[in-house]
DNA sequence: TGAAATCGGAACGAATCAGTCTGATTTAGG
DNA sequence: CCTAAATCAGACTGATTCGTTCCGATTTCA
C-alpha cells in the first residue's frame, strides 16, 4: 500500500517543472539541483515520464524538459500510471486471473474499491501540489 | 500502487471466515480448502492476522480461528494494515524523513492524499465482501 | 565542422516479497 | 497420568521487483 520510491519522487519532479512551465525548458539536471534529488535518479524519472508523455524533450545543447500537457489537466493518478504502471489493487482488476479467480467471492467487489482510489487521485490536479504553503493548520 | 498478493489473499480468507463466524472455530486447512488458496499462504496469512489482533486463535486439537470483532467492525483498512503495515503512501506520511524532507514542497500535501485514501478503505466493511452475488450490473 | 550538452536506454546491486518448511504448544482421548 | 494427534507460530530459502548508477546515441549552438 506504498507507492515506489521513484513514483514520489516523479510528483517532486514534475511539481518542480511545474513552476517552470512559464519559461519553456528546463533541463534535468536544473530540476535536481532546485529539488535536492539525485541527479541519476532525476533523469530515470524523467525519462519514464517523457515515455509516458507527460514531459515532452528536447535533445541537443539548450534543450531541456517540458510539461506535455498544462499543469491543471496533470493529475496524481497521470503520474502514477506513468511510473507505477496502471493502478491495479489487485491482479484480477487488470485482467491477470489469479490462482483462485474462480472460486473468489471478493473478486467483484475489487473493481469498485479499485475505482473509488484512482478517483481519489485523479482529483488531485498538479496545480494544487505546487501550491507550497497556506495548509499549516491541516497538520 | 499494487498491494501485495499477501493482503489480497488476506482479505479473501477473511472473507471466507467470516461466514463461519456463527460456528465459531475453523481451521486453517478448512479455510484453505474452501477458498481454494495454498495451504502454506494462508497459514502464514491467519498468523499475520493473528499478530494484528483480527483473529483469534485457539491451539490444539479441535481448536481454529476465530473472528475477534464483529465481521461489520472489520474494513478493508484494518486487514491491509495488519498485513502490509500502516498505511502511508510516501516516506514522509510515516515520519521517516526522506532525503529531501526539507525542501520538498508536496509533503504537506500528502497527508490529505493518504487520509481520503485511508478512509475509501475503511468504508468498506467485511459484510459488503461477504455478499457474494448481486453485484453484476456494475461491471 | 567541432564541440558541448542533453536525453535515452542498459547494467548492476540491494531490498522486499512470496512461498515453503520444520518446530513448539495445546487439547482430546485412552 | 500418559500418549498421541492436531494446531498454530516462527524461521528459512528462492525469486521478483525496486532503486541506483553508469555509459552511449542524438541534437543543437558556436
Ligand atoms: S480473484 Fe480474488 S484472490 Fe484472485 S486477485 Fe482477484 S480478489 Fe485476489
Ligand atoms: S518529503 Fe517529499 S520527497 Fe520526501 S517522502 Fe515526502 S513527499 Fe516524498
Do not use: F
Not at 20 to 45: D, N, R
Amino acid at each position: 500500500m506504498r507507492l515506489s520510491n521513484l513514483a514520489d519522487y516523479a510528483v517532486v519532479t514534475m511539481c518542480q517543472a511545474a513552476r517552470h512551465c512559464g519559461g519553456g525548458k528546463v533541463s534535468a539536471a536544473e530540476l535536481a539541483s532546485e529539488s535536492g534529488l539525485p541527479a541519476p535518479t532525476v533523469q530515470k524519472v524523467v525519462s519514464k515520464l517523457t515515455s509516458a508523455g507527460l514531459l515532452r524533450s528536447s535533445r541537443g545543447a539548450g534543450g531541456g524538459l517540458q510539461l506535455a500537457r498544462p499543469a491543471a489537466a496533470i493529475s496524481l493518478a497521470d503520474i502514477v500510471e506513468a511510473v507505477e504502471g496502471p493502478i491495479a489493487l489487485t491482479a484480477c482488476v487488470e485482467g491477470e486471473d489469479c490462482a483462485v479467480h474462480e472460486k473468489c467471492s471478493v473478486k467483484p467487489h475489487w473493481p469498485i474499491v479499485n475505482s473509488a482510489l484512482r478517483g481519489a487521485l485523479a482529483e488531485i490536479p498538479l496545480t494544487r501540489l505546487a501550491q507550497i504553503p497556506q495548509v499549516k493548520e491541516v497538520a
